[in-house]
């Protein structure tokens, strides 16, 4: 089983940038698509972004051309950066591998990104 660690997180003005990371406690290197998802408060889990093992990506509407994820296999990490902040990207941030359209592995605590003037 792998466990993921986020961190990154901060609050930062509209406009502003962060770069969010995921530690996995094991290799990652089979792993075939991971991906980001955050949560806002009352709000459900929305994925944000995913990358294949092979370096393929995809976003969400909502944050493309703003956010890039990438991931270093030889590192075991995962990473987010974020640019162009706006407040409704205010939310815990999570990763997880994503297999067969779920979620696989027990969630980490997230890292809490706010983005307010």
């Known amino acids: 089983q792998v466990h993921f660690v986020e961190s990154g997180g901060d609050l930062v003005q509209p406009g502003g940038s962060l770069r969010l990371s995921c530690a996995a406690s094991?290799?990652?290197?089979?792993?075939?698509?991971m991906g980001w998802c955050r949560q806002a408060p009352g709000k459900q889990r929305e994925l944000v972004a995913t990358i294949t093992n092979g370096g393929s990506t995809n976003y969400a509407d909502s944050v493309k051309g703003r956010f890039t994820i990438s991931r270093d296999n030889a590192k075991n990490m995962v990473f987010l950066q974020m640019n162009s902040l706006k407040p409704e990207d205010t939310a815990v941030y999570y990763c997880n591998e994503l297999r067969g359209g779920n979620y696989y592995y027990p969630w980490g605590q997230g890292t809490h990104v706010t983005v307010s003037s």
């Open positions: 094991g290799s990652i290197f089979s792993i075939y698509r």
